[in-house]
């Protein structure tokens, strides 16, 4: 009886944090020998993407801080008031864990696309996440939608679409130089763009599946989606032409025919004052 009152049970829960633990060790092992057999061209891409987004991504939640201060100052009643500032308050407390959310999830999406085991799977199987739904899906599934969830679907299938179309000069010729980077090519970029970890629909889906973290009302939650269009989205073309020119100078196909305007930008005299040096 002695022998068995000195037995400690043993608490599963510690297993399952030491299993996830290994898992994430071995993940981020798996990424750090991908990352490794990155050429030199697709490195700088990398990191280039990572700094300007993240310094855009700042600078956007500074905005969202003064827009909802502002919101809630004009606020009509006391009730509106109270869930702008709320609203601010939970912001200001998660910004951070989104931001580094939204960039780990950039890094991954440069590791899958240099992982020759993802590669099938990516061109075949869609990213999960409110970005990836779209407004041609089922109506029958739509109406069962949350109404804010359809609100918030919206607001990214628009902003998707527009930036898709404006960008489509540059974007597209990032598209092809990482997938002849990746191996995706094969003389035909049809699938670079799906998996383009840079592109408006990724980063759409980045920045929503971080934002999952917030509870706050749809009223503000449109406020930051905006703010992510007018901030982040609008200096994509300027990262892409950098990014583009990064890569011409690594001889990555430098005569690639795509345009590198999107149309509304003169031609002359942009790609070298865009240039960021690393």
């Known amino acids: 009886m002695a022998a068995k009152d000195n037995i400690v049970p043993l608490d599963p829960s ?11 060790s071995q993940q981020a092992n798996g990424a750090a020998s991908i990352t490794r057999r990155m050429s030199a061209p697709a490195i ?6 990572n700094r300007h987004l993240g310094k ?7 905005d969202v801080d003064d827009a909802l201060f502002d919101l809630a100052e004009n606020a009509p009643s006391n009730q509106q008031q109270n869930v702008f500032f709320e609203s601010m308050r939970e912001v200001r407390f998660k910004r951070v864990e989104i931001e580094r959310d939204f960039l780990a ?37 739509l109406a069962i939608m949350d109404e804010d969830l359809v609100e918030e679907m919206v ?6 679409a527009k930036f898709e179309k404006l960008l489509a000069g540059p974007m597209g010729a990032l598209d092809a130089r990482l997938a002849h ?20 629909k990724k980063l759409c889906h980045y920045f929503s599946t971080a934002c999952r973290i917030l509870t706050i ?7 930051i989606f905006k703010l992510f269009e007018k901030v982040l989205l609008n200096g994509l073309e300027r990262i892409y032409q950098q990014a583009n020119e990064k890569l011409i100078r690594a001889n990555v196909l430098p005569d690639f025919r795509g345009s590198l305007s999107s ?10 004052d865009t240039v960021v040096e690393t």
């Open 14 to 24: 510690k297993f399952d944090a030491s299993a996830r633990s290994n898992e994430n």
């Open 44 to 49: 700088q891409v990398k990191e280039l993407l």
């Open 56 to 62: 855009l991504l700042q600078s956007m939640f500074d």
């Open 105 to 141: 999830q950039l890094q991954r999406g440069f590791v899958d696309l240099f992982d020759a085991k993802r590669q099938h799977v990516n061109s075949e199987k869609p990213a999960e996440g409110i970005a990836n739904i779209s407004l041609d899906d089922s109506p029958d599934a």
């Open 155 to 160: 607001a990214i299938d628009s902003m998707v």
């Open 181 to 200: 980077l990746a191996g995706h090519d094969g003389g035909r970029f049809g699938t670079a763009q799906r998996v383009n970890p840079a592109a408006p």
């Open 217 to 223: 009302d749809i009223k503000a939650r449109i406020v």
């Open 263 to 272: 149309g509304r930008l003169p031609a002359a005299g942009r790609t070298q």
